[in-house]
Protein backbone atom coordinates (compact mmCIF):
# COMPACT_ATOMS: atom_id res chain seq x y z
CA UNK A 1 0.00 0.00 0.00
CA UNK A 2 1.57 3.40 -0.99
CA UNK A 3 1.73 5.92 1.45
CA UNK A 4 -0.11 9.30 0.88
CA UNK A 5 1.41 12.51 1.88
CA UNK A 6 -0.04 16.20 2.15
CA UNK A 7 1.13 19.95 1.57
CA UNK A 8 -0.05 21.20 5.41
CA UNK A 9 -1.22 25.08 4.05
CA UNK A 10 -2.99 28.13 5.87
CA UNK A 11 -6.47 28.09 5.20
CA UNK A 12 -8.02 31.34 4.47
CA UNK A 13 -10.86 32.58 5.07
CA UNK A 14 -12.89 35.75 4.78
CA UNK A 15 -11.62 37.54 7.69
CA UNK A 16 -7.96 35.80 7.10
CA UNK A 17 -5.41 38.08 8.99
CA UNK A 18 -1.57 37.36 8.63
CA UNK A 19 0.54 38.26 11.42
CA UNK A 20 3.60 40.07 11.30
CA UNK A 21 6.95 40.04 12.87
CA UNK A 22 7.47 43.39 15.31
CA UNK A 23 10.86 44.32 15.11
CA UNK A 24 12.33 41.51 12.88
CA UNK A 25 16.16 41.11 13.00
CA UNK A 26 15.84 38.45 10.54
CA UNK A 27 13.48 38.20 7.88
CA UNK A 28 13.24 34.56 7.10
CA UNK A 29 13.64 31.04 9.45
CA UNK A 30 16.76 29.87 7.71
CA UNK A 31 18.53 32.97 8.72
CA UNK A 32 18.74 31.41 12.00
CA UNK A 33 20.80 28.73 13.45
CA UNK A 34 18.80 25.81 15.43
CA UNK A 35 19.98 26.94 18.61
CA UNK A 36 18.88 30.70 18.39
CA UNK A 37 15.78 32.20 20.14
CA UNK A 38 13.84 33.88 17.20
CA UNK A 39 14.32 37.33 18.10
CA UNK A 40 10.90 39.10 17.89
CA UNK A 41 7.39 38.40 18.62
CA UNK A 42 3.96 38.77 16.23
CA UNK A 43 1.37 40.99 16.14
CA UNK A 44 -2.05 40.80 14.55
CA UNK A 45 -6.18 41.58 15.22
CA UNK A 46 -8.67 39.22 14.33
CA UNK A 47 -8.97 35.70 15.22
CA UNK A 48 -6.25 33.56 15.98
CA UNK A 49 -5.99 30.17 14.75
CA UNK A 50 -4.19 26.96 15.02
CA UNK A 51 -1.83 27.33 11.95
CA UNK A 52 -2.14 31.23 11.59
CA UNK A 53 -0.17 32.62 8.39
CA UNK A 54 2.50 34.89 8.87
CA UNK A 55 3.76 37.21 6.51
CA UNK A 56 7.64 36.24 6.21
CA UNK A 57 6.65 32.39 6.15
CA UNK A 58 7.31 31.47 9.73
CA UNK A 59 4.71 29.06 10.30
CA UNK A 60 2.63 29.74 13.79
CA UNK A 61 1.56 27.09 15.41
CA UNK A 62 -0.50 26.55 18.21
CA UNK A 63 -0.26 24.21 21.19
CA UNK A 64 -2.60 21.91 19.50
CA UNK A 65 -1.08 21.76 16.54
CA UNK A 66 2.21 21.33 18.21
CA UNK A 67 1.10 18.43 20.49
CA UNK A 68 -0.09 16.60 17.13
CA UNK A 69 2.96 17.54 14.78
CA UNK A 70 5.14 16.16 18.01
CA UNK A 71 3.70 12.54 17.25
CA UNK A 72 5.55 12.50 13.85
CA UNK A 73 8.57 10.02 13.15
CA UNK A 74 10.94 11.97 12.04
CA UNK A 75 14.40 10.85 10.24
CA UNK A 76 15.33 14.71 10.25
CA UNK A 77 15.57 16.38 13.21
CA UNK A 78 14.13 19.97 14.39
CA UNK A 79 13.30 21.79 17.51
CA UNK A 80 10.54 23.96 18.21
CA UNK A 81 11.22 27.53 18.82
CA UNK A 82 8.15 28.90 21.39
CA UNK A 83 6.88 32.37 20.04
CA UNK A 84 4.49 35.22 21.60
CA UNK A 85 1.46 36.17 19.49
CA UNK A 86 -0.05 39.13 19.92
CA UNK A 87 -3.36 39.30 19.04
CA UNK A 88 -6.24 42.16 19.43
CA UNK A 89 -3.30 42.81 22.69
CA UNK A 90 -3.83 39.16 24.32
CA UNK A 91 -0.31 37.71 24.32
CA UNK A 92 -0.40 34.14 23.21
CA UNK A 93 1.96 31.26 22.82
CA UNK A 94 2.56 29.90 19.55
CA UNK A 95 5.54 27.46 18.58
CA UNK A 96 7.27 27.65 15.21
CA UNK A 97 9.15 24.27 13.74
CA UNK A 98 12.80 24.77 12.95
CA UNK A 99 14.71 21.74 10.86
CA UNK A 100 18.22 21.79 11.26
CA UNK A 101 18.65 20.54 7.47
CA UNK A 102 16.09 19.97 4.43
CA UNK A 103 15.73 16.38 3.72
CA UNK A 104 16.41 15.18 0.52
CA UNK A 105 12.82 13.64 -0.49
CA UNK A 106 11.83 14.61 -4.28
CA UNK A 107 11.93 12.25 -7.22
CA UNK A 108 14.10 14.64 -9.37
CA UNK A 109 13.01 12.94 -12.39
CA UNK A 110 9.29 13.49 -11.92
CA UNK A 111 9.77 16.89 -10.21
CA UNK A 112 9.31 20.19 -12.88
CA UNK A 113 11.72 22.52 -12.36
CA UNK A 114 12.52 26.27 -13.40
CA UNK A 115 16.29 26.12 -14.05
CA UNK A 116 18.33 23.54 -13.80
CA UNK A 117 17.47 20.48 -11.51
CA UNK A 118 20.36 20.57 -8.77
CA UNK A 119 19.08 24.48 -7.74
CA UNK A 120 16.34 25.66 -9.38
CA UNK A 121 12.72 26.58 -8.11
CA UNK A 122 10.37 23.48 -7.97
CA UNK A 123 7.16 23.93 -9.42
CA UNK A 124 5.70 20.46 -9.09
CA UNK A 125 7.10 18.51 -6.36
CA UNK A 126 6.93 14.69 -6.71
CA UNK A 127 8.38 12.64 -3.32
CA UNK A 128 10.39 9.72 -3.49
CA UNK A 129 8.85 7.42 -1.29
CA UNK A 130 11.96 5.74 -0.53
CA UNK A 131 13.80 8.53 0.08
CA UNK A 132 10.66 9.79 2.61
CA UNK A 133 10.91 6.20 4.64
CA UNK A 134 9.17 6.53 7.76
CA UNK A 135 9.29 10.49 7.50
CA UNK A 136 5.76 12.58 8.43
CA UNK A 137 6.68 16.30 9.28
CA UNK A 138 9.35 17.36 7.06
CA UNK A 139 9.76 20.97 4.96
CA UNK A 140 10.50 20.51 1.16
CA UNK A 141 12.07 24.20 0.82
CA UNK A 142 14.18 26.35 3.02
CA UNK A 143 11.74 28.74 3.49
CA UNK A 144 8.51 25.92 4.84
CA UNK A 145 6.25 27.21 2.18
CA UNK A 146 5.94 24.07 1.26
CA UNK A 147 5.54 21.45 4.98
CA UNK A 148 4.45 17.95 4.10
CA UNK A 149 2.82 15.64 6.61
CA UNK A 150 1.59 12.05 6.19
CA UNK A 151 -1.83 10.71 6.02
CA UNK A 152 -1.87 9.59 9.99
CA UNK A 153 -0.81 13.68 11.02
CA UNK A 154 -3.64 14.29 8.83
CA UNK A 155 -6.47 12.41 9.72
CA UNK A 156 -5.48 13.36 13.27
CA UNK A 157 -5.49 17.05 12.32
CA UNK A 158 -9.00 16.47 11.20
CA UNK A 159 -10.21 14.31 13.81
CA UNK A 160 -9.20 17.29 16.17
CA UNK A 161 -11.00 19.83 14.24
CA UNK A 162 -8.13 21.93 14.33
CA UNK A 163 -8.45 25.87 12.97
CA UNK A 164 -6.66 27.21 9.88
CA UNK A 165 -5.14 24.03 8.65
CA UNK A 166 -5.99 22.75 4.71
CA UNK A 167 -4.14 20.20 2.62
CA UNK A 168 -3.57 19.22 -0.54
CA UNK A 169 -2.15 16.13 -2.01
CA UNK A 170 1.27 15.99 -2.49
CA UNK A 171 2.47 13.77 -6.25
CA UNK A 172 4.65 10.38 -4.89
CA UNK A 173 6.35 7.78 -6.96
Known sequence: MMKNF???????????????????HVKYIEQLKPDEVIPFHFEMSGKAR????????FPLMSVNLKHVLETANNATD?????????????????????????????????????GDSNDGSII????????????????????YIRLVISERLRDELKRQKLTGVEFSGVPRV
Open 6 to 24: FYLHSKEYKDTVCARAVNP
Open 50 to 57: DFQPEINC
Open 78 to 114: FVWHQVTLVVNGQSLDYYVPHFFQIPDVIDRQATIFV
Open 124 to 143: RACLSLDKVGDMEFFPMDKY
